[in-house]
């Protein structure tokens, strides 16, 4: 089992910066693949990014420049530094992770099944981006 609890949301204004964190603890903690995802008011859920345990990273292409993911492997803390954040990044951010590797499908850009294939999810937090 893995839990993941995340923190750093909050509100902002357009054009500001946002850094959001997600440890990880349990038994299966030591080596997975980790992701950030979001889910807007009245929207699906949609990837962001995502970091395997081999290191490989992948991006939403529409978020990749503003939004950065890393991994603190000795915290076992996931990142994801926000930059010139726009009202319509506003939305639950969730971390989510699955045991051990997810590395084809961030290869390939799959996020159906990066998003499907994750086992694990924390409880969200709040991004709030006013104009």
Not at 29 to 57: E, H, N, T, Y
Not at 72 to 92: R, S, V
Request: hydrophobic fraction near 35%.
């Amino acid at each position: 089992q893995v839990q993941l609890v995340e923190s750093g949301g909050g509100s902002v204004q357009a054009g500001g910066s946002l850094r959001l964190s997600c440890t990880a603890s349990g038994p299966r903690s030591s080596r997975l693949c980790m992701g950030w995802f979001r889910q807007a008011p009245g929207k699906a859920r949609d990837g962001v990014a995502a970091i395997d345990s081999d290191g490989s990273i992948g991006y939403v292409k529409s978020l990749e420049g503003r939004f950065t993911i890393s991994k603190d492997i000795a915290k076992n803390t996931l990142y994801l530094q926000m930059h010139d954040l726009k009202p319509d990044d506003t939305a639950m951010y969730y971390c989510a992770a699955v045991a051990p590797s997810c590395a084809k499908d961030v290869e390939e850009g799959s996020w159906f099944h990066i998003m499907h294939g994750m086992e694990y999810w924390g409880e969200g937090t709040l991004v709030t981006i006013s104009s």
